[in-house]
């Protein structure tokens, strides 16, 4: 347990706690204030707000759904200079936000959870942080979902003499210029930043386990005059953000039926022989499965970067490694000074669940061991009393995650407001209407692209579970979210019934 070094916090009991910065917290604490609720902490292991987005910093590193959607409905911006904004730009987007609605001064930076446990005596959280211990009635988990880097633990990895990083902690005091580099994965991360550091390094292997399916990328600069006119008729920006919303929706409708699908499926091959000249490569890089099983990927600069002379894919998974060279699944060896990792991360277990200790006393991570991640509308989780997570299990719809961390607040905030109403000291999910949601969650995924693609991805954890996709529109996510159905809680009152009546 953290040592105390903050012992009038300890006496205090706060509303609510936040726990994280990142997009969903800094939404958190600015919808609670305008909600009026003013007696809540806000932490944040790291010394700035942003999130994924301080974290990730690899060269061409940036949204795929463009900015004017991936951006808060209160706080659209004019200032975006591409259609789809790159790290940086997101980073102060999240800064400035945070500035404008006063957050900033209301966090506790440099302050890590270290253990939250559920006090059953006091209906109370006990949160222990790495600057003392702190008391409160409802914590919302803000911790992120995709936070975890995985790297293989492969044979002969720990000899290997030369430069390594994962794409999420790029090493920018290493200079790639005339290095031999092997990058493993192409996945999201890989894609963005294959094209930025291929023209400096004297040799490029891209070890691709999965060929990913990657369209191209509707992006443009956007010039003064374009943002003065988004500036002044903020009606173009509105309309800009809706049509994004709708086409996103169309794709939706296709990962739903994926029968839909088949046609864009089959345009897309056509577009890749026009993209890619060479036919051995063009057939390594066509994608097997039906698309939208795993993440499709937007791109307009790399296939030209695996077609550079300096390039060469290995179509094949990275095995081993044997002093410093590379061992493909094919037996391909090649000799490189650096091994940058773009395997993504481990995203099947909300990494809080290693913190967090529910009414029986266990720990979340242990009971999820065997099993997989499950909350009710991605939120309330079984016997964890008085606790919301933000971007829990199953409620991943193709569209800005910011946009459903946003639907996911607006339940949170209307749990807390009828919660006070009615005087609940305590309230968790029912465990049979938990299990009857997820029940339907799993039978209706069955039938869409990402059970039935063909494909192995992230979606899928270990048990071959879909601990990831909402099954239905996001129209639905939103209407259920909506209102937070106090009659799917078990609740208890802080005052007896007749005292109640009463007062
Ligand atoms: C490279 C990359 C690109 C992406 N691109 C897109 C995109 O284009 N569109 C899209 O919709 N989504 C995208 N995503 C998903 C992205 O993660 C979400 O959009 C969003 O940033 C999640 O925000 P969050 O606040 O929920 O989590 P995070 O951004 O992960 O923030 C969580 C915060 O909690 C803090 N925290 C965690 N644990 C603790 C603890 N124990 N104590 C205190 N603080 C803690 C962390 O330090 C962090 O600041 C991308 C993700 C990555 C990795």
């Given at each position: 347990m953290a040592e105390n070094n903050n012992p009038a916090s300890a006496a205090t009991v706060h509303d609510t706690f936040i726990v994280g910065a990142g997009i969903s917290g800094i939404a958190a604490a600015i919808k609670l204030k305008q909600e009026g609720y003013h007696d809540f902490l806000i932490i944040e292991q790291s010394d700035r707000v942003g999130g994924t987005w301080r974290e990730n910093t690899y060269p061409g590193c940036g949204c795929d759904v463009p900015s004017s959607l991936y951006s808060y409905s209160f706080a659209l911006s004019s200032k975006w200079s591409r259609l789809f904004a790159k790290q940086p730009e997101i980073?102060?987007?999240l800064e400035d936000v945070s500035d404008h609605f006063q957050i900033t001064p209301l966090i506790e930076f440099n302050t890590a959870l270290e253990n939250a446990r559920w006090d059953d005596s006091r209906h109370l959280w006990v949160l222990d942080t790495t600057r003392g211990q702190y008391l409160a009635k409802t914590v919302i988990f803000a911790t992120g979902p995709i936070t975890e880097a995985q790297i293989p633990a492969l044979p002969g990895l720990d000899g290997?003499?030369?430069?390594?990083?994962?794409?999420?902690k790029w090493?920018?005091?290493?200079?790639?210029?005339?290095?031999?580099?092997?990058?493993?994965?192409t996945g999201a991360s890989a894609?963005?930043?294959v094209p930025e550091i291929q023209p400096k390094v004297k040799e490029l292997f891209v070890f691709q386990r999965t060929a990913p399916w990657v369209l191209p990328k509707p992006d443009l600069p956007l010039g003064n005059m374009s943002k003065l006119a988004i500036e002044k008729l903020p009606a173009i920006q509105r309309g800009w953000r809706k049509a994004v919303a709708s086409s996103l929706n169309v794709i939706n409708f296709g990962l739903r039926n994926p029968g839909v699908l088949k046609p864009v499926s089959a345009a897309a091959r056509q577009l890749l022989k026009l993209q890619i000249r060479d036919a051995r490569l063009r057939k390594a890089v066509t994608p097997d499965f039906t698309l939208g099983c795993k993440r499709i990927l937007f791109a307009n600069n790399y296939y030209p970067a695996l077609q550079a002379d300096n390039t060469t894919l290995i179509p094949h998974g990275l095995v081993a490694v044997e002093n410093n060279t590379v061992i493909a699944a094919n037996g391909e060896r090649h000799e490189v000074d650096v091994i940058i990792w773009g395997t993504g991360f481990d995203v099947s277990h909300p990494p809080i669940g290693k913190?967090?200790?529910?009414?029986?006393?266990?720990?979340?991570?242990?009971?999820?061991?065997?099993?997989?991640?499950?909350?009710?509308?991605?939120?309330s989780l079984a016997n964890t009393p008085?606790?919301?997570?933000?971007?829990g299990p199953n409620v991943l719809v193709y569209d800005s995650f910011i946009g459903l961390a946003e639907a996911q607040l607006d339940y949170i905030i209307d749990g807390l407001k009828k919660v006070r109403a009615q005087g609940i000291s305590k309230f968790s999910i029912k465990p049979d209407?938990?299990?009857?949601?997820?029940?339907?969650?799993?039978?209706?995924?069955?039938?869409?692209?990402?059970?039935?693609?063909?494909?192995?991805?992230?979606?899928?954890?270990?048990?071959?579970?879909?601990f990831a996709a909402w099954p239905w529109s996001l129209a639905t996510l939103k209407k259920r979210l909506k209102t937070f159905p106090v009659e799917a809680y078990d609740v208890v009152y802080a005052q007896p019934e007749t005292l109640r009546a009463a007062s």
């Open positions: 980073l102060r987007y290997f003499q030369g430069e390594m990083f994962h794409s999420a090493n920018h005091d290493y200079d790639l210029t005339g290095k031999r580099v092997a990058v493993i994965g894609i963005q930043f913190k967090v200790f529910n009414a029986n006393g266990d720990r979340i991570s242990d009971l999820w061991k065997n099993s997989s991640p499950e909350a009710f509308l991605g939120t008085n606790a919301f997570l933000v971007l209407v938990l299990k009857q949601h997820n029940d339907k969650v799993q039978k209706h995924l069955q039938t869409t692209v990402f059970n039935s693609g063909g494909c192995k991805s992230y979606y899928l954890d270990a048990n071959g579970r879909n």
